[in-house]
Structures are given as C-alpha cells and as structure tokens.
C-alpha cells in the first residue's frame, strides 16, 4: 500500500462533487488529473454520503452534528487524522482559520495554503497581525490573482515576501477549435452582484432585434429573484463543470460583467479559453484571467448590448476575437501543476547531498567557527584555504583566536594570544604562519618569531580595503592590516590590489579570488528538474551575527526594492529582506537549490574583481549568477559563465530574456562550473 503523504483540505462548505463543485474543488480536481503526485495524496472535505466526490482518494470529515465552530471542529479532526498518517505536507485551501489553529500546533508539516478570496474579508486574516503571522509561519502562501495578493498585503510593512506568489487557476486547452453556434452565455450566481440584472436586460433586447441568436445562463440565487422570459433564453440550474465547458464550446460570446470585486473569475478563464468572444468588466481580478479586448467600462445593460451587437454584425472581428482568445490561454493547466509540484518535491525530496567519497608546516591563525558551531563551514575562507594546504602536501594546525574571546580575558586578550602563538610556534616549528583575517601580533612577538625559527609571516584579508568602493569600514580595515607591514612577507586579498591605496609595498600585494572547495560546493543545480524560482539573493548583517539587525538597511535593499517592485512576473527568492530571516550551510543550499539564477551583490560600490564570499557559493554550485559589470568580472568569464548587468533595469531584461529561453541558461552555467 502507498504511504500517503501529502493531504489537502477543502473549506468545509465546498462541495466536491461532480455536480456542485465550486472554485476551489475544481482547482483540486484539475491538479489531481495531471499531478505525479496524486498517488500519494488524500483530499479532505465534507461531502454529503448521497454525493459521489470528484476523486477517489478523497476521505469525508463528517461535522453533521456540529452546530458552533464547524470550521474549528472540521479542522481539528483532520488534525487528530494527520498526527496518525504524518503527512509530511497539508493544503489548506481558503480557510485562514484552518492555517492558523495548524500553525499554533507546531504540526510537523509542510504547510501550504492557497487565498481563493479577498484576504481581507476572511476570519483568520482579516487583520494587518493575522497576515502578518500568515506570511512569516506559513512554508508558502499562494493567492489566485495578483489582485489577491495585493489585498492580502495591503498596510503590510513590505508587499512581497519569498514564499507568498501568485499561483493562477489554470485549464487544459482544447487541442481543436470548436464549432460555434449563435450562442451567448451567461454563467454564474443570477443576482445584481455577478451583473446578471444588467445582462438579462440587455441580452432580451439582443434576442428581440436578432431572432437567430439564443442565449443560456447557468446557476441560480435563491437570495435574489431576477426574472427574465424569452423563447430563445434558455437558464439552467447548476450543472456539472464537464457540461459547462461543453456549453462554452458551443457558445460564441460570453458575458462576465461582475459588479463585485471578482478575486479571480474563472468563468471568464474558460470561456475564453473555449474560444468565446468574452465580455468583462474590470472588476477585481478579472483583467488577469485572459488577454482581452472586450472591457466594459461602465457596467451597464446598454453597454453589454452595443458590445455584443458590434459582435453579432462584425463576424469577422468576432472570429478574429474568438481565435485569438483560443490560441493564447494564459493560464495552461500543465504549467501550473508543475510550479506547485515541483515545491512539493522540494519538500518531499531531500535535494542536498553530502559527498563522502607535508611540504611546509603551516600555521593558520584564524577564525575556523567553532564558536559558531561551523555554522559557517561552507562560506569559510580559513577553513577551505586550510584544506587546500593539506590536498597539497603540507602539514597545518589551525588556531582560532576568537575563541579566547571571553570576559575574564578581554582586558588581557592579546596578551594572553600572543603568548599562546608563541608557545605554539615553539612546539610546533612552523616554516609559515598565515594571519587569516588579522593582525593581532606584536611588533616585537613577530620579530622574535621570525628571528628564531626562520619563518615567513602571510596575511590574507576578506573584507572591503578599497577606498573607491566605500565598502563598510574599509579604513579602519585597511589601517588594520597595514600595522607591521614591513614584517609582513606578502599580502593576499579579495580586494584586487589596484584599488588600494596603501602604504603596504605593491610587490607584496596579491589578489585572492574567493575559493572554491570540490567537497562543499559539490552541487550542480542546473540537473535539478524542480526549480521553482527564477532569481536568488542572500543578504545578511553580518556572517558572525548570523541574523538581522533591527533598523539596519544598506543600499543593496533599494537596489532589490526597485528590482522587484518593476520586474513583478520574477519569481524571487530573497533572504535577509521582509522579515525573511538570513538562512545558512544547508538551509542557505536548499533555498539557492530551488532556484534558476542567482544574484551576486556586495556591500558598497562595486570595485574590480571584488565580491562577497557568496560567489563561490553560487558560482561553485552550478548556478547561472549575475554581478555588476564594474566588477569586471567579465574580464574572467564570459557572459555565457556569468552574466554581467550595467543597472537594475538591464539584469532585469536579461532575466527575462534567459527565463524565456531556458534552456540557453542551463548549457551557460554548464560552462562557468
């Protein structure tokens, strides 16, 4: 038997079944029929036992005898129903309320939810601190419309967040177009709201002046009694989903003049897409759903009528209409399916692998991250460069200094380091002592050090030096590595040596390109099938800090800001931003492994060949990433290894130019790993 784990509920008003299926069960129904992962879902709802639900895999929650707190009741018997399957998924569909009792039960799943309505007018969301806890517990939050969305972060502190996208109710498209009859349809609730008042009007007066033409609507509203009586308006109850489809076939215009603020409007998506000249107002989330040309902008009966009137006398415009609408579905079906899959199998699938498979004696002071619990060990310089060393024959022992950073020896702490470097280098007799990221040493310790064993003395340095850069505290890091450095043998920096101004002698200045280590950058993620991102950028305050800093913004957000806000169709997938916690080792590899292309952006002006250690992360990992063209990193790779960018504007275009041909994209990172 299939272990089971994913799990899906439906609002427990939603029927699903084949007769009164509703919105959010025809999106289930639709996902489930191409899905490679259907065998190992359930579908949650409640059905009544009379009704046949719309897929097999579906398991009924029977509330019959509740009478308060149905949904609080519903929810908590799947919850009781998940702790035995342990699910390692569940989505929620359209009940915040649902989410948020999950959520405070600290489930251990994956959770998904998907808003089918305005966030707004929904118990569980309707406030700015019940979205906000929303956007920053849920694993991914999905809206069916940008307009959705915008709702859902209205008065937010910050309108985009990784995991909230838009994730549109899509349709199989026809493989041929229809025959068309003189048809018009209206379909959904008969009432003023969905503007079927404005519509019976006019569409009589259509019937009256054109007796060829027949008009059909589809639904009912017991609330409101709107009465219309022709020979050739036909209005059905609800029927199923599969014969509205067959109507919209046969249709040739369709009407959806909504008056209500539509989330989406998915009888205008189908109709369209059968190749219906379809009428619609603007409302909501109407414009979204198709490519049209048929908006009306008042609203009114008379206006529905002049609209399909020029319809009925222009045939060939009508046609043209009816084609184009057919062959350019926005919203394909199989497309959709696979963006929600493939986070799915991000989830299901673990996608990062570890790899199992002396001529000096070096001294390495540094900082190897034992204070952080190698929290760091993949982005460490000390800790590759030492490796390095040991994969070409020599002997190293690896100090961190840092370590000694402790209140009973702050007052004495060079002291007491210097001391301990001496003592070391007398048991150990090194031929090199490496000050990784430091210079801690006396003047005199070095002269005695360099006196009685013969030794040479290097340091390398990974943060901003360069003055034309302006990178955070270049100075004080300059004057740093500049005391005692006539003592000093040679110099290596990620700084390239022609952008600083120093006193430090140029024959000993070395440039030191961020290394890359076969055993941790190990990933090519241009062979993974399931990304589901299109750009990455890591932004953090501080490596050491490993977390955000309240009120601290740099210049590389407004760069992001003005990225997202103009290039809105990218998938992001931003940490360090919105709340959006800084993220590290495997977690950091998890999140770049979802993604198509990547970001490199540093602090400060962008200076020759100089970047944050994040490049080897990305670039090393088999990523296709974009840096700043005054980087001149263009002069080491090519733009089929690296893409370079002038402005915001101009990587933005490129993003797009690669995502639509995506293929180009993967055989160019190819290259660069």
Known sequence: MIKKKIAILLPYKENYSESYAGAASIWVKDYLSLSKLKSITNVYGNLKRNLRPLTSNFINIDISGKIIRKNIKYTEILHRDCLKKKYSIIEIHNRPESLLFLIKKKINSKLTFIFHN?????????????????????????????????????????????????LYPSIKPLKRFPKKDNLIIFCGKLNSSKGYDIFGTAVIKILDKYNNWKAIAIGNEPREKLSFNHKNFKILDWIKHKKILEYYSKAAISVVPSRWLEPFGRTAMESAAHGCATITSKNGGLPETFYNDLFLKNISSKEIYDFIEKLILDKKKRQQIQKKNFLNVRHKLADKIKQIDDLKNSYLIPNIFINRNSKLKIFHISQFDERNDYRLFNISVASKL?????????????????????????????????NKVSDICDNYRPDLIILGHNNFLYRDNLEKLKLKFNLKISLWYEDALGHKGEGPNWRSNLDLIENNHDLINSYFTTTYPDELKTTIDRKKLNFLPIPVDENIENMNIYENPNKFKDLFFALSHGVNYGKLKNGKTDEREKFIKNLTNKYTNINYNILGIANEPPKWNYEFLSELNKCKMALNLSRGKPIKYTSSNRIASLIGNGIYTFIDKKTKFSEIFDEDEVGSYNTFDDLGSKIEFLLSNEKKSINMVKMAK
């Open 118 to 166: 305005n966030p707004k007018e929904m118990r569980g969301s309707t406030s700015v601190n019940e979205r906000l806890f929303i956007a920053e517990n849920c694993d991914q939050v999905y809206f069916v419309s940008k307009w959705v969305k915008d709702k859902f972060f209205e008065n937010l502190p910050y309108k985009n967040r990784n995991n909230c996208e838009i």
């Open 386 to 418: 030492s490796k390095g060393f040991v994969r070409n024959d020599h002997d190293v022992i690896n100090f961190s200094y840092r370590n000694f950073k402790n209140k009973s020896l702050i007052k004495n702490k060079n002291k007491i380091l210097n």
